[in-house]
């Protein structure tokens, strides 16, 4: 299933576009969990779009790159 996304910085969005979550073992947990994905054309918006995916409190996302040595980027709802 394909889902929309836009990204706003200083209240003007700068992207929108695409994405997919599917279901890929974690190098973290050894399950398979929930990965985010971006199609290849992208653009570079300077965080980690495609990895792991976790949700703290409702109000943080979370995507770590399944790498041992990798990045990750975090996110914070906004209403």
């Known amino acids: 299933m394909v889902h929309e996304f836009s990204v706003t910085e200083n ?13 890929k073992e974690s190098i973290y947990s050894g399950k398979m969990e929930r990965l985010i994905q971006f199609p290849e054309n992208e653009q570079y918006l300077g965080f980690v779009k495609t990895g792991i995916i976790n ?7 979370n995507i770590s790159d399944n790498n041992a040595d990798g990045i990750g980027s975090e996110f914070v709802r906004i209403e």
């Open 55 to 61: 949700i703290y409190k409702n109000e943080k996302l």
């Open 11 to 23: 209240g003007t969005e700068i992207s929108n576009g695409t994405y997919e979550l599917i279901m």
